[in-house]
């Protein structure tokens, strides 16, 4: 079963630090890049972080300086690295990438189930 299991999230305080996971199951990232997303509710989904599968990134303004992006290949495994959390950073996150399974089949803009990160002022 193809699946982007997204792991990590939880209740913090203003100042502290989470890692998300995204690990691709049943499957393998393909060539394309990774993104970690965000929603607060009623809200638009907005993109956090990406990287490329050469190991480019990029960030929102919003979390440069704080939050990094990582991958580990052989675990097909993205990290996401947030430090410095603030309050506003309270919201849904996502992984989203493009897979193929072990047959062979593309699953393109694959979404994971979302990990909750709330942090407290």
């Known amino acids: 079963q193809v699946q982007l299991v997204e792991s990590g999230g939880g209740l913090v305080q203003a100042g502290g630090s989470l890692r998300l996971s995204c690990a691709a199951s049943g499957s393998i990232f393909s060539s394309n890049g990774v993104g970690w997303y965000r929603e607060v509710l009623g809200n638009r989904r907005e993109l956090v972080a990406g990287?490329?599968?050469?190991?480019?990134?990029n960030y929102d303004d919003s979390v440069k300086g704080r939050f990094s992006i990582s991958r580990d290949n052989a675990k097909n495994t993205v990290y996401l690295q947030m430090n410095d959390l603030k309050f506003e950073d309270t919201a849904v996150y996502y992984c989203?990438?493009?897979?193929?399974?072990?047959?062979?089949?593309?699953?393109?803009?694959?979404w994971g189930q979302g990990t909750q990160v709330t942090v407290s002022s």
């Open positions: 989203n990438a493009d897979l193929i399974g072990s047959d062979g089949t593309r699953y393109d803009d694959y």
């Open positions: 990287i490329t599968s050469g190991g480019r990134t």
